[in-house]
């Protein structure tokens, strides 16, 4: 049992890009599915798609590799179950000087640091990935 599929869904995609794997399979959640797209729209995935029906979905993830390199070089939890870390939008701020994104949980969905700071919205701090 996963304890917290989000850190489970972020190192599973830098592990298999580690190794050179074209996709990634995974057991189905909204919210799983929802930070997928999230990492598409960033550049770091080439898509995400829901595979299967009822009891058995899964999301299938499609990794994305710019000129035989892996596009996440590396990722770093920032809430976890033990510690939730809530952030204003007066503190979200670049990741890596522009050149990763931290990903958010607001109350509008799941959002990067550059949305969150254009629609003026903090929340739950995810995950930053570069």
Same mark, same amino acid.
């Given at each position: 049992? *996963?304890?917290?599929?989000?850190?489970?869904?972020? #190192?599973?995609? @830098?592990?298999?890009?580690? *190794?050179?794997?074209?996709?990634?399979?995974?057991?189905? +959640?909204?919210?799983?599915?929802?930070?997928?797209?999230?990492?598409?729209?960033?550049?770091? *995935?080439?898509?995400?798609?829901?595979?299967?029906? @009822?009891?058995?979905?899964?999301?299938?993830?499609?990794?994305?590799?710019?000129?035989?390199?892996?596009?996440?070089?590396?990722? @770093?939890? #920032?809430?976890?179950?033990?510690?939730?870390?809530?952030?204003?939008?007066?503190? #979200?701020?670049?990741?890596?000087? &522009? @050149?990763?994104?931290? #990903?958010? +949980?607001?109350?509008? &969905?799941?959002?990067?640091?550059?949305?969150?700071?254009?629609?003026?919205?903090?929340?739950?701090?995810?995950?930053?990935?570069?």
């Amino acid at each position: 049992m *996963v304890t917290d599929p989000i850190a489970d869904l972020i #190192i599973q995609l @830098k592990n298999a890009g580690a *190794v050179g794997k074209p996709t990634v399979s995974l057991p189905f +959640s909204k919210f799983k599915f929802a930070v997928a797209e999230k990492l598409k729209e960033a550049g770091y *995935v080439a898509a995400a798609e829901r595979k299967g029906r @009822k009891v058995k979905k899964t999301l299938e993830i499609t990794l994305r590799y710019a000129e035989g390199a892996h596009a996440i070089t590396d990722v @770093k939890r #920032i809430s976890k179950p033990g510690r939730r870390v809530y952030k204003p939008v007066s503190e #979200i701020h670049a990741v890596r000087y &522009g @050149k990763g994104s931290l #990903i958010l +949980s607001t109350p509008r &969905g799941v959002m990067t640091d550059a949305e969150a700071r254009k629609e003026k919205v903090g929340g739950e701090a995810l995950f930053e990935i570069w």
